[in-house]
């Protein structure tokens, strides 16, 4: 499988109210938002929606085990592996 597309943004420009977050184990902070899916690593923001490849862009829960990202969102539950979303 290939990487998710994201765009970077700075923080201030998160979508949304934040409805979800959870530590990585590489540090990452993942932030959902009922617009989208954010990954706070090293001082930068990605941003991630379902034009990124998210089955939806309501993330309600977000868990990181054993190299996959579970998410909760509007549809239902997810899964997604980590590698997808690069460094």
């Known amino acids: 499988p290939?990487?998710?597309?994201?765009?970077s943004t700075p923080l201030r420009e998160l979508p949304g109210l934040i409805t979800a977050l959870a530590e990585g184990a590489d540090g990452a902070i993942?932030?959902?938002?009922?617009?989208?899916?954010g990954r706070l690593r090293d001082?930068?923001?990605n941003?991630?929606?379902d034009l990124s490849g998210l089955d939806d862009s309501t993330i309600l829960g977000v868990l990181e085990h054993q190299g996959e990202l579970w998410l909760a969102d509007g549809i239902g539950v997810s899964s997604i592996p980590l590698a997808q979303f690069g460094n």
């Open 43 to 45: 001082g930068r923001l």
């Open 30 to 37: 993942w932030i959902g938002t009922p617009n989208g899916l």
């Open 47 to 49: 941003v991630y929606s």
């Open 2 to 7: 290939g990487s998710l597309l994201f765009r």
